[in-house]
């Protein structure tokens, strides 16, 4: 489309990571490592914005090669990876974990209980940072799961409680539960594979991403951002110009402005080459 190509050059990059910025294989493509540095050399802020805790960030740094700011858990922490400090967290307390299991557990009988939850940094040995309940059955590798009880699950403030119930559209149980959460809690997901993402009211990517560019000076109507899944489309509708994954969620595309290539054909870089071709 040749008005998409007479965009501006964005003050800020902020990008999804799985489904999005990396591959298939969990990877950063030379293509989209080269596009980003160029960008990088131009001075403009990239950032990430995942529904990752911090800890798991680190392979992403690997990835491209330098440590970006990054919004994680969805918009409940800002992360400072070159420093491996979090800067910002938003929390939901005991009292309001306790409702919502109980309302989860009524709605989406036979449903796990699960909580991440946040240190003075990504590695806070301190703090046992995921926690789930012996029903909770894993939508994808966890090595870093401390399985407890119930209670315990949520017995202290954490950045999001999580509710999986296998055999179950994501899409289903949030339908069921949204209307039960509205101005208590934000509910999303990023995963169709019966999971479900609950923060504390107002916590979303685009929310995160607000609080990064008012840190940076940069109006967010000029920035560029990159999502593939429910849990993006805040950001990609805050962004100036919202760019949606081929491989991404109906949502996400919808709430786009543009549709690039898939996340394995190096769609994020072939928007960022329009401006950065090295």
């Not at 950063?28 to 131009?42: E, F, I, K």
């Amino acid at each position: 489309m040749e008005w998409v190509t007479r965009l501006p050059k964005p003050k800020m990059v902020a990008t999804d990571v799985d489904g999005t910025l990396l591959d298939e294989w969990e990877r950063v493509t030379p293509r989209t490592r080269v596009a980003v540095g160029a960008l990088l050399s131009d001075g403009v802020p990239f950032v990430l914005a995942t529904g990752r805790p911090p800890r798991w960030i680190d392979p992403v740094i690997d990835g491209l090669g330098f440590p970006p700011l990054c919004v994680c858990g969805n918009g409940a922490v800002i992360y400072d990876s070159a420093a491996d400090r979090i800067l910002h967290s938003t929390t939901l307390d005991v009292a309001s974990l306790e409702w919502i299991a109980e309302l989860a557990e009524r709605i989406l009988p036979g449903c796990g209980l699960a909580a991440e939850r946040v240190g003075r940094s990504a590695h806070d040995a301190a703090t046992p940072q995921f926690v789930s309940s012996p029903e909770y059955e894993h939508a994808w590798l966890n090595p870093d799961d401390t399985q407890v009880s119930r209670h315990e699950v949520i017995s202290a403030p954490a950045i999001k409680i999580l509710v999986r119930l296998r055999g179950t559209d994501s899409a289903d149980m949030r339908a069921a539960l949204a209307p039960h959460l509205v101005g208590r809690a934000d509910i999303t997901y990023s995963t169709n594979n019966g999971l479900i993402e609950i923060s504390a009211p107002g916590v979303t990517k685009a929310a995160g991403l607000e609080v990064v560019a008012q840190r940076l000076g940069v109006d967010p109507t000029t920035m560029v951002a990159f999502g593939d899944m429910p849990n993006d489309v805040p950001m990609l509708q805050l962004a100036g110009h919202g760019v949606a994954m081929g491989n991404g969620h109906a949502e996400a595309k919808a709430a786009a402005d543009e549709i690039t290539a898939t996340n394995s054909d190096d769609g994020v870089a072939r928007v960022l080459e329009r401006w950065w071709d090295s």
